[in-house]
C-alpha cells in the first residue's frame, strides 16, 4: 500500500489515512467494471449519469483458481460477468462424470438462469478455471434495474437473445455437422478458449471423449 500511495502526487500524503483507502477503494471499483461497461456500451450506449446508477448496484468479486461460485442445490443470487479470468459450469451424472455446458472468459456472462430467475436450487456447478475477477448483479439489483431504466431492459434482451443463437448454432452444429467440421467450427468461434482450456474439458463440452476428440484433431492435422 504504501507504494500505490507514493505513486499519487504529494498532495495525498497529506490526507487522512481513511481518505486514501476510500480513494483507493473507489479507483480500485472503477477498473474492476471497465469492461463490464465496454461491453455494455456496444451493445447500448450509458450516459456517464446512467453508469453511475448502474455501479450502485454492482458488486466486485474474486474467486481463486478451482473455487467455487456455484454449486449444484444452491440457489444461484447473482449473475454473473466474468473482468478477468475463466469459469466453466458443469453437471455431474450418476457415476460423478463432469459434462461442461459452458465456459465464460473476459466479457462473458454465466449463471444458472432457471435458478436465478424462479429462486430454485441451481442444477449447475461453476468453479474457476483461473484466478478471476467478477462483476456480479444480485436478483434484487437486477429487477430493480429492468424497472428504473429501460437501456438495461434493452440490453439485457439483446443479451439472452445473443444467447440463445448461440445456444442455437452449438445444438445445429452437434446434431448436422462430422466430428471433424465441429471441431473446426468451435476453434473458428472460440479460438481464445481453445488457447486456454485443457483439451479434456473441449471434448466434455462437445460431447466427446478425450480420446475422440484426440483422434479428430490428428485427422485434422494430418491434412494440412
Known amino acids: 500500500m504504501l507504494l500505490i500511495i507514493s505513486g499519487h502526487c504529494s498532495g495525498i500524503l497529506n490526507m487522512p489515512i481513511i481518505s486514501i483507502f476510500v ?18 456500451n456496444e451493445k447500448v450506449p450509458l450516459t456517464q449519469e446512467e453508469e453511475a446508477l448502474i455501479k450502485q448496484y454492482l458488486t466486485p468479486k474474486k474467486l481463486r483458481k478451482k473455487q467455487y461460485f456455484l454449486q449444484e442445490g444452491d440457489v444461484c443470487k447473482h449473475s454473473v460477468f466474468v473482468e478477468k479470468g475463466a ?19 473476459e ?6 438462469i432457471p435458478s436465478f430467475m424462479k429462486g430454485t436450487p441451481a442444477s449447475l456447478n461453476i468453479d474457476a478455471l483461473e484466478d478471476s475477477e ?4 444480485s436478483k434484487q439489483a437486477h429487477e430493480e434495474l429492468l424497472l428504473k431504466m ?14 440463445y443463437i448461440a445456444l442455437q448454432q452449438r445444438m445445429t452444429s452437434m446434431i448436422s455437422l462430422p466430428l471433424e467440421e465441429r471441431y473446426k467450427t468451435f476453434t473458428q468461434m472460440y479460438q481464445h478458449l481453445v488457447q486456454r482450456v485443457p483439451q479434456h474439458m473441449i471434448a466434455s463440452f462437445m460431447g466427446l471423449s478425450p480420446e475422440t476428440l484426440s483422434r479428430v ?5 494430418s491434412k494440412k
Do not use: C
Open 23 to 40: 480513494l483507493y477503494f473507489h479507483q480500485s471499483l472503477i477498473a474492476m467494471y471497465e469492461l463490464f461497461f465496454q461491453k455494455f
Open 134 to 137: 467478477l462483476v456480479l448483479i
Open 87 to 105: 469459469l466453466r459450469a458443469y453437471v455431474l451424472n450418476e457415476k460423478g462424470d463432469e459434462h461442461i455446458t459452458a465456459f465464460a472468459l
Open 217 to 221: 484433431r490428428s485427422r485434422i492435422s
Open 150 to 163: 429501460p437501456k438495461y431492459e434493452t440490453h439485457m434482451r439483446i443479451t439472452i437473445t445473443n444467447a
Open 107 to 112: 466479457g462473458w456472462s454465466i449463471g444458472d
